[in-house]
T-cell receptor
Framework: GAVVSQHPSWVICKSGTSVKIECRSL??????MFWYRQFPKQSLMLMAT?????????EQGVEKDKFLINHASLTLSTLTVTSAHPEDSSFYIC??????????????FGDGTRLSIL | GENVEQHPSTLSVQEGDSAVIKCTYS??????FPWYKQELGKRPQLIID?????GEKKDQRIAVTLNKTAKHFSLHITETQPEDSAVYFC????????????FGKGTTLSVSS
């Protein structure tokens, strides 16, 4: 159980293109999903917290107009990198938190999306 | 906000030896501490977690200990095997609904046979 599907796994596109990444919880409802960015040989850096039915909460330094997040249902969150440039190239990973109840719950990660902007 | 420090950044052991990775956290309100294993190019996988009302948890060759007073927690892997080679991340989270994980910088574990 607790499977998170992320799509696409790999994107190569030209500078200026907008790219949408989907994150789905397949066998559980996720009121909260998270988006992380990971550079090579570095840790996961939280970009934003995505809450179903409300606006995402962005971490300091993350441009909300650059990284658009939509969490329209209990099983789907999307991250759109708008007008992507080479510096946006990175590994983007989503995670989903089980359950609605407050408190600590395990988070399960998607497979990640490797984004390369030419 | 929460800050998580992880040491060492790299760890090399011989097959069969034990490996220990240590993390410290800054926010005494944190109450959940998972450990993730990440192989190159793959997703982080939860290998063990511990809550603040428990001091130690064990799952076969893997154990985690938590010292709330000192605000540190450790991962112990016994009888290491080459397939244990990966990057290990500790994390901490605050006891509020929807709070994200704050990760340590990771430890690259290499187990040589």
């Amino acid at each position: 159980g607790a499977v998170v599907s992320q799509h696409p796994s790999w994107v190569i596109c030209k500078s200026g293109t907008s790219v949408k990444i989907e994150c789905r919880s397949l066998d559980f409802q996720a009121t909260t999903m998270f988006w992380y960015r990971q550079f090579p040989k570095q840790s996961l850096m939280l970009m934003a917290t995505s809450n179903e039915g409300s606006k995402a909460t962005y971490e300091q330094g993350v441009e909300k107009d650059k990284f658009l997040i939509n969490h329209a249902s209990l099983t789907l969150s999307t991250l759109t990198v708008t007008s992507a440039h080479p510096e946006d190239s990175s590994f983007y990973i989503c995670s989903a938190r089980e359950g609605r109840t407050p408190g600590a719950q395990p988070q399960h990660f998607g497979d990640g999306t490797r984004l390369s902007i030419l | 906000g929460e800050n998580v420090e992880q040491h060492p950044s790299t760890l090399s052991v011989q097959e069969g030896d034990s490996a220990v990775i240590k993390c410290t956290y800054s926010d005494s309100a944190s109450n959940y501490f998972p450990w993730y294993k990440q192989e190159l190019g793959k997703r982080p996988q939860l290998i063990i977690d511990i809550r603040s009302n428990v001091g130690e948890k064990k799952d076969q060759r893997i154990a985690v200990t938590l010292n709330k007073t000192a605000k540190h927690f450790s991962l112990h892997i016994t009888e290491t095997q080459p397939e244990d080679s990966a990057v290990y991340f500790c994390a901490a989270t605050l006891p509020m609904a929807g709070t994200a994980l704050i990760f340590g910088k990771g430890t690259t574990l290499s187990v040589s046979s």
